[in-house]
């Protein structure tokens, strides 16, 4: 899912990957925390992080995002 995010794949690209992932594997917990990292450290866009907040936000808000190292990552994105 973080590739195809990375990639701007279509909506419906994620969809499918996000029906996947929790149908094949409903009790896993994506580590959003180390792919928000991974997204800053590669200097991926603010629009490319942002599908990635909204993806977690409409089909996993159960999985725990820790906003502080978020904000801290996208802070040192902004000052690179």
Known sequence: ???AIWC???DEI????TNSQKS???????????MIETLC?????VETV????????????EQ???LQKAARGLTMRFLV
Do not use: C, E
């Open 50 to 61: 942002k599908r990635l907040f909204d993806t977690h936000h409409t089909s996993f808000p």
């Open 64 to 66: 725990s995002v820790n």
């Open 41 to 45: 450290r590669s200097g991926a866009s």
């Open 1 to 3: 899912m973080l590739y």
């Open 14 to 17: 994620i969809q499918l990957l």
């Open 8 to 10: 701007d794949a279509p």
């Open 24 to 34: 094949a594997f409903p009790d896993h917990i994506l580590n959003w925390d180390v």
